[in-house]
């Protein structure tokens, strides 16, 4: 197996599941974004983004289905939930939640506010920096309760919606979570599994907005 990655990118996604299940894989570290300072990536991947994602013959670009893909394909289930399982629907639904509703808007905001920053794009970032923590509120609501996602244990759910909360912490929109959610992601943080992860590469660092 091998992972293209960005340090801090959707790709610590997978690479943190990878970690988490102890499999044997290569990582090829690459700069961000890639498709501007590693041109050749594109011959790897098309698009131009990460992660990319092959196991054999198969190749794939969605990190949270990546995640999805080890857990099925290697029968790790102390890492997530089979069909079977009566929190399956809800699982499945944290796991898309995580970027479709979490990780989108973070992205244009990132965009507009550091890689094409302009007055007009910083308004429209703020307006999605917005989205996003008030997309937060499903979240918080269940973290009142609860120490994990699904089931009362650890599984990639949390991993695909701690990285939205991660990812969140380096566009300083942290400052805004509810004491609950932060203690959750920082709780997350603590595991090894991703610290192993996230040390690979540089870190992902922004300069201070006005």
């Given at each position: ?6 340090s ?21 570290i ?7 300072f ?50 399956y ?30 007055p ?18 499903r979240?918080?609501?269940?973290l ?6 699904v ?28 004491p ?7 709780r ?14 540089e ?8």
């Amino acid at each position: 197996m091998k992972l293209w990655h960005c340090s801090s990118a959707r790709s610590l996604r997978p690479l943190w599941t990878l970690e988490e299940l102890e499999l044997d894989y290569e990582v090829q570290i690459l700069p961000f974004p890639p498709r501007v300072f590693e041109r050749d990536y594109l011959k790897v991947n098309s698009l131009g983004t990460v992660p990319f994602f092959s196991d054999g013959d198969i190749e794939m670009t969605e990190s949270v289905g990546i995640c999805q893909y080890l857990i099925d394909r290697y029968q790790r289930y102390e890492f997530g939930l089979e069909p079977s399982h009566p929190e399956y629907g809800a699982y499945l639904n944290w796991l898309h939640h995580a970027d479709a509703t979490l990780t989108f808007p973070q992205t244009i905001a990132m965009r507009y506010y550091y890689l094409e920053p302009t007055p007009e794009k910083q308004a429209v970032a703020d307006d999605y920096g917005k989205w996003y923590l008030s997309r937060l509120r499903r979240l918080d609501s269940h973290l009142e309760s609860h120490d994990y996602l699904v089931d009362n244990r650890f599984t990639i759910a949390d991993i695909a919606v701690s990285y939205a909360l991660y990812l969140g912490r380096a566009l300083k929109f942290d400052q805004h979570y509810k004491p609950q959610t932060a203690e959750y992601l920082q709780r997350l943080m603590e595991r090894p599994a991703f610290k192993r992860a996230d040390e690979q590469g540089e870190p992902l660092q922004f300069p201070d907005r006005e």
